[in-house]
């Protein structure tokens, strides 16, 4: 079964730091393109970030610079470092895997079951 | 503001067709295929349909998508008080980014 497992929400002060993972299982992280994605309460899905299977990494302009998208292959398991944490990242972070056609990106088609970040003072 | 346009919500009685509307530009829809995602309440988002009208297996054919230029919409036929959800398109866009629409709510009246 595929499945993606995340953790390493929780509550933190603006301008603080947290790392969330995402373990996988039944797939390898390192040969997919894997991606967050958030869904801050009351509004709607908003994609953060991507690493390509080669390791290229794309960002979504409001957390460029700000969080990191990595990998460990040792471990099969998807990061998402996020440093200078503001009121607005205050969301449900969701790891994604997407599937790939024609060695290009394609539909989110597994999804863990999300991880809770809330920045708040 | 998200990229994609949707409208906030939409409603049917059982049995019925609704469809669910999205609007992009040249940059994400025009150029990609459109994804549709279901998000039952406190779960986390299913894939609904693919590559503009795929369904992946176990999606019933009640789910149905369609694309034309910069456009998209989702049809529902044979409404059934289980499709109550947020409905979301989505399109990769030229700078391998992702954007959303801002999700659709579809009450079962």
């Known amino acids: 079964e595929l499945q993606l497992v995340e953790s390493g929400g929780g509550s933190i002060q603006p301008g603080g730091s947290l790392r969330l993972s995402c373990a996988a299982s039944?797939?390898?992280?390192?040969?997919?393109?894997m991606s967050w994605v958030r869904q801050a309460p009351g509004k709607g899905l908003e994609w953060v970030s991507v690493?390509?299977?080669?390791?290229?990494?794309y960002y979504a302009d409001s957390v460029k610079g700000r969080f990191t998208i990595s990998r460990d292959n040792s471990k099969n398991t998807l990061y998402l470092q996020m440093n200078s944490l503001r009121a607005e990242d205050t969301a449900v972070y969701y790891c994604?895997?997407?599937?790939?056609?024609?060695?290009?990106?394609?539909?989110?088609?597994?999804w863990g079951q999300g991880t809770m970040v809330t920045v708040s003072s | 503001q998200s990229v994609l346009t949707q409208p906030p919500s939409a409603s049917g009685t059982p049995g019925q067709r609704v469809t669910i509307s999205c609007s992009g530009s040249s940059s994400n829809i025009g150029n990609n295929y459109v994804y549709w995602y279901q998000r039952l309440p406190g779960t986390a988002p299913k894939l609904l349909i693919y590559r503009n009208n795929q369904r992946p297996s176990g999606v019933p054919d009640r789910f149905s998508g369609s694309k034309s230029g910069t456009s998209a919409s989702l049809a529902i036929s044979g409404l059934r008080s289980e499709d109550e959800a947020d409905y979301y398109c989505?399109?990769?866009?030229?700078?391998?980014?992702?954007?959303f629409g801002g999700g659709t709510k579809l009450t079962v009246l």
């Open positions: 989505a399109a990769w866009d030229d700078s391998l980014q992702v954007v």
């Open positions: 994604a895997r997407a599937a790939v056609a024609a060695a290009r990106p394609d539909a989110f088609d597994v």
């Open positions: 690493i390509f299977s080669g390791g290229s990494t």
């Open positions: 039944g797939f390898t992280v390192s040969s997919n393109y």
